[in-house]
Nanobody
Framework: QVQLVESGGGLVQPGGSLRLSCVASRSIASFTSMGWFRQAPGKEREFLARIITDGGSTYYADSVKGRFTISRDNAKNTVYLQMNSLKPEDTAVYLC????????WGQGTQVTVSS
């Protein structure tokens, strides 16, 4: 079993930045990958980014490429999502996931982009 806890969400103005964190309950070095999705009201869950925890290669959805950066700190069992140039359409619940033989999800953290 893996527990994931996200933090770092909140209210931010358009053009602002936030950094989300996802802390795992065990070492992430052995995970296949970790990443982020988001879900806005009335919309399907949308893939954003993923990182291979052993090696660090990354992949992004076109909708966030160039604005969002995923990174990891294996020593802290943590994956981050740095979000810059935020737009109102980025408003959603942001969910962290981890894959190791199965897919595990966190509870999510709310991000609201509004003036």
């Amino acid at each position: 079993q893996v527990q994931l806890v996200e933090s770092g969400g909140g209210l931010v103005q358009p053009g602002g930045s936030l950094r989300l964190s996802c802390v795992a309950s065990r070492s992430i070095a052995s995970f296949t990958s970790m990443g982020w999705f988001r879900q806005a009201p009335g919309k399907e869950r949308e893939f954003l980014a993923r990182i291979i925890t052993d090696g660090g290669s990354t992949y992004y959805a076109d909708s966030v490429k160039g604005r969002f950066t995923i990174s990891r700190d294996n020593a802290k069992n943590t994956v981050y999502l740095q979000m810059n140039s935020l737009k109102p359409e980025d408003t959603a619940v942001y969910l962290c996931y981890a894959i190791i033989f199965a897919t595990y999800w966190g509870q999510g953290t709310q991000v609201t982009v509004s003036s």
